[in-house]
Structure formats: C-alpha cells, structure tokens
C-alpha cells in the first residue's frame, strides 16, 4: 500500500487540469491512502467488456504490448508488460501474431516494427502518445553537429551512441555511422564499446543518462563531458571544447525524471528516517549522486520486490509505476520521491477508450494507425540494434 498519508499530497488543481487527470476510485484511495495525481477510475465496464470481447474475437492474431508507465487500465489486457526494449524483443518473438498492439510511445512502436517481420502490423492506439525526449533530437540536427565535428576534423574519431528512447531517424544515423543503441540497463557496455573504437562519444538525446553512466560507472570527470545544444551555432560550444571532450553529450532529457531535484532526496530523508531512495539513471546527476541505489525500470520493480518487509523506498521514477509497485507490495512502506505529479503525460493517452477502438477496428478488419519504418531506415537501425544485442 502507499503507506503513511503524511507522505502523499494532492496536486494542485492547475497541476490536474494540466495533465488531465481527476480524482477517482483506486484500491490506494479506498484504503483511506491519499496519494498525488490520482487517476481518474478506470472506464466503465462496458469499455472493459468490450476490450475483453474484441481481445477474445483476434485471439492468437493480436499480441498487446503494455509499458510499465501505462495506467491500469491498459496494463491489464496486456500480454506482456516491460520496458520498450523487452517489449520490441517480445513482439520480435512472437512471428505468428498478425498485429502487434503497442501500448507505449511512438519510439517504441517503431522499434517493434524495425524488429518484426514485414507480414506483421504494428499498431499505436494514439498517434499523439509521443516521447519529448525522443523529440528532442531531430535528424536535420544530428546531421548539422555531425557535420560540425566533420569540419573540424574530429567526426572520424566520434562514435554516435543513442538511447533506445529515440526515433528511428536518430537510430538509422548512429547505423549508418558506426555506432550502437543502448538501453538504461546497458549503457555501460554500450560506451565501452564505443571508446574501444574512437577517442569520443556523441551520446543521443539524453544528456543526463550519458553523463551518470560516464562518471559514477566509467570514472570520467565531469570536465570530461560538453553539452552540445542543437539551437546554438556550434552547439554552444568551442572547437576547442568539441576536441577535448570525451563526451558530447545532446541537450536532452526525460520530462518525468528531470523534476526530481537534490531538494526532493533532502526532504524524504528528513521526513522519513530510514528511506531507501531508488532513482532512474535519467534523473539528474546531482540526483543520481545523492540516491542510494540507481537502476533502470526493471532494476527498480526487482529491487523491490527482493526488499525486504518493513523497509521505507522512495522512488523517482513514473509515478503509475510507483502506485503498482506500492499496491504490489503492502509489506513495504513505498512513495513517490517528489511530491508533485509525475505521470508521463505522452504515455497516459493511451488509455481504455484508445485500446478498445483500436482492437475493434481489428475485429472489423481495419488496421488502424499502422506505425511503419520505411526500408531504408529500417535497415540502419536495426544494424544499431543488433549491434546492441551482440554486446559481450
């Protein structure tokens, strides 16, 4: 359960009204737990009904993919639930399901439709469940800061290394250009690997994952890592910082975990003597450095799962997944490490009414949004990816 009620505030109602998220009923909410951002209660039944009935009717043709930041609702007609990675690999394996229905962002339909064979359709519920990380970094910008590094002479010692949370676009350039893709799990391997081959690393989009696993799991020094901001000539920065660097990392980040703050590690351990704190390597690196543990989202559900009873954990990732974690788990005292809302919001447009007319229109024999990558993209992405999964 989310233990103590003093843990838990109620957003501000400027805040709910942003994310378009209500107050409804949740097992939490009925024990008489207050937790932040609550959502509203899951859709009436006849959309569950309905889901269920359109599920049974594709039978062995639809395999639903549901992402740990998903909300209830959705997660329980998932076949499978996991990070983006698992799930692309999941839908990979599973060659006799017709339509593959992603319950994610947009990255990761691509990425499924990049590892799936061409008889199978890959399918995103709402076309607007995007990721602002991925969108963070755009081809035409790659190719411009690739094209800086060219000029000063630096680009054939650059090894291009993107996180799994970015386009296809992003991941068919670090192909073509001799790099690899990596997960939050990985990304250790996939820099060593990286520098095994150049003297520097473009790291793609997210800034924060890239200077944590350089520092505090590779021993870089802080001065060895740049920013590299696509708005500015030059990316803001110096040739002579572009030659020095090891790390030029993209002027990018997660959206959820860029709001935990140092403050917020500060303050839970104030209120809560005793607290775990497990965060994110997307979180910022002040964050990072103050936490007790850090790991990507499968490493948080095992760490806590393998907890023992009765200890304290505050969590700085996506909050749907703290409230599933803490419901999983009622022998352990879980929150949310900040206390404002934290759900992603791309994500949460997937949800019932979403699913259940996507599954109806299979049924009536439409392929609604259809995520495609085409060939020639494909190609060098999945040459980023397998490269990723022949890491020693």
Same mark, same amino acid.
């Given at each position: 359960?989310?233990?103590?009620?003093?843990?838990?505030?109620?957003?501000?109602?400027?805040?709910?009204?942003?994310?378009?998220?209500?107050?409804?009923?949740?097992?939490? @909410?009925?024990?008489?737990?207050?937790?932040?951002? /609550?959502?509203?209660?899951?859709?009436?039944?006849?959309?569950?009904?309905? *889901?269920?009935?359109?599920?049974?009717?594709?039978?062995?043709?639809?395999?639903?993919?549901?992402?740990?930041?998903?909300?209830?609702?959705?997660?329980?007609? +998932?076949?499978?639930?996991?990070?983006?990675?698992?799930?692309?690999?999941? *839908?990979? +394996?599973?060659?006799?399901?017709?339509?593959?229905?992603?319950?994610?962002?947009?990255?990761?339909?691509?990425?499924?439709?990049?590892?799936?064979?061409?008889?199978?359709?890959?399918?995103?519920?709402?076309?607007?469940? !995007?990721?602002?990380?991925?969108?963070?970094?755009?081809?035409?910008?790659?190719? @411009?800061?690739?094209?800086?590094?060219?000029?000063?002479? #630096?680009?054939? !010692?650059?090894?291009? &290394? @993107?996180?799994?949370?970015?386009?296809?676009?992003?991941?068919?350039?670090?192909?073509?250009?001799? !790099?690899?893709?990596?997960?939050?799990?990985?990304?250790?391997?996939?820099?060593?690997?990286?520098?095994?081959?150049?003297?520097?690393?473009?790291?793609?989009?997210?800034?924060?994952? !890239?200077?944590?696993?350089?520092?505090?799991?590779?021993?870089?020094?802080?001065?060895?890592?740049?920013?590299?901001?696509?708005?500015?000539?030059?990316?803001?920065?110096?040739?002579?910082?572009?030659?020095? +660097?090891?790390?030029?990392?993209?002027?990018?980040?997660?959206?959820?975990?860029?709001?935990?703050?140092?403050?917020?590690?500060? /303050?839970?351990?104030?209120? #809560?003597?005793?607290?775990?704190?497990? #965060?994110?390597?997307?979180?910022?690196?002040?964050?990072?450095?103050?936490?007790?543990? #850090?790991?990507?989202?499968?490493?948080?559900?095992?760490?806590?799962? *393998?907890?023992?009873?009765?200890?304290?954990?505050?969590?700085?990732?996506?909050?749907?997944?703290?409230?599933?974690?803490?419901?999983?788990?009622?022998?352990?005292?879980?929150?949310?490490?900040?206390? +404002?809302?934290?759900?992603?919001?791309?994500?949460?447009?997937?949800?019932?009414?979403?699913?259940?007319?996507?599954?109806?229109?299979? &049924?009536?024999?439409?392929?609604?949004?259809?995520?495609?990558?085409?060939?020639?993209?494909? /190609?060098?992405?999945?040459?980023?990816?397998?490269?990723?999964?022949?890491?020693?």
């Amino acid at each position: 359960m989310l233990d103590v009620t003093s843990t838990w505030v109620e957003p501000s109602s400027t805040a709910t009204a942003l994310l378009l998220l209500g107050r409804g009923s949740d097992p939490a @909410t009925e024990r008489g737990v207050e937790c932040p951002g /609550e959502l509203p209660a899951p859709s009436d039944p006849d959309l569950v009904a309905r *889901a269920t009935a359109a599920k049974a009717a594709l039978g062995e043709k639809v395999f639903v993919l549901g992402h740990h930041y998903q909300r209830d609702e959705v997660i329980q007609f +998932a076949d499978v639930t996991g990070d983006s990675f698992k799930l692309a690999r999941e *839908a990979a +394996a599973r060659p006799d399901a017709e339509y593959i229905v992603f319950c994610g962002v947009h990255f990761m339909a691509e990425s499924a439709d990049i590892l799936t064979s061409d008889a199978q359709k890959v399918i995103l519920p709402d076309l607007a469940a !995007g990721c602002s990380m991925a969108d963070m970094a755009v081809l035409s910008q790659v190719e @411009t800061a690739w094209e800086t590094l060219a000029e000063l002479g #630096v680009a054939a !010692g650059t090894v291009p &290394v @993107t996180y799994m949370n970015s386009s296809a676009d992003i991941k068919g350039f670090v192909g073509r250009n001799g !790099g690899v893709v990596c997960t939050s799990s990985n990304a250790e391997r996939a820099l060593t690997w990286a520098f095994e081959r150049g003297e520097r690393v473009l790291f793609l989009p997210d800034q924060h994952l !890239g200077r944590n696993t350089a520092v505090l799991e590779m021993g870089f020094d802080l001065a060895d890592c740049v920013l590299y901001d696509p708005h500015k000539p030059g990316g803001g920065l110096t040739p002579e910082q572009l030659r020095d +660097a090891r790390m030029i990392l993209w002027r990018g980040h997660c959206s959820v975990h860029g709001r935990f703050t140092l403050d917020s590690v500060d /303050e839970v351990r104030e209120r #809560v003597p005793g607290v775990n704190v497990l #965060v994110h390597p997307e979180c910022r690196h002040e964050v990072v450095t103050a936490a007790d543990q #850090v790991g990507s989202t499968e490493y948080i559900i095992k760490t806590i799962e *393998a907890a023992p009873a009765g200890s304290a954990w505050a969590i700085g990732t996506e909050l749907n997944l703290v409230r599933r974690l803490a419901n999983a788990n009622p022998d352990k005292q879980i929150m949310f490490l900040d206390r +404002a809302v934290c759900y992603c919001s791309t994500m949460n447009r997937i949800d019932l009414p979403h699913l259940v007319w996507a599954l109806e229109e299979l &049924v009536a024999g439409r392929v609604p949004n259809q995520i495609t990558v085409d060939p020639a993209t494909a /190609e060098h992405a999945r040459t980023a990816l397998d490269q990723m999964l022949a890491l020693p």
